[in-house]
């Protein structure tokens, strides 16, 4: 097999099943149809996993095009191992509804973390307020 550079590399897998985690934390699981030089994807028969605890939910999303710059992980799927998962997949409105209740959860533990802070004395600049430079 020979090295090729940069996203040349991935021509050998297209038509693969593969998994897409982006920069916002969302998981795509699809069959990668292109790419081109600057790691733009499109991926088939795409579906939006959702994970929460040890249960997960595919949202089907249908072809879906990836800027380059929004891929963090890109990482062929084993058809052959694909099924053995501990995880337990649950409908679709199960999953989001898991999804809310945690994150929910999380906003909590941040206010409270906030007030603690702030009986402190200390505080924490809101991420709407930083200088981006």
């Known amino acids: 097999m020979n090295y090729m550079p940069g996203t040349a590399s991935l021509i050998e897998d297209i038509d693969k099943k593969h998994l897409v985690l982006l920069r916002d934390g969302r998981t795509l699981i699809g069959f990668l149809r292109s790419i081109d030089q600057f790691a733009n994807l499109v991926l088939h028969q795409t579906v939006e996993r959702i994970h929460v605890g040890k ?11 990836v800027r380059g710059e929004n891929v963090v992980l890109l990482g062929e799927i084993d058809l052959e191992k694909e099924s053995d998962t501990p ?16 994150q929910q959860a999380k906003l909590e533990a941040e206010k409270l973390k906030v007030q603690a802070l702030k009986d402190r004395g200390l505080s924490i600049p809101r991420a709407d307020t930083l200088d981006e430079y």
Not at 87 to 102: A, K, W
Request: glycine share 8%; proline share 4%.
């Open 87 to 102: 995880l337990q997949q649950v409908s679709i409105e199960e999953i989001l509804e898991e999804q809310r209740v945690e």
């Open 55 to 65: 249960k997960y939910g595919d949202i089907p999303r249908g072809i879906f095009v």
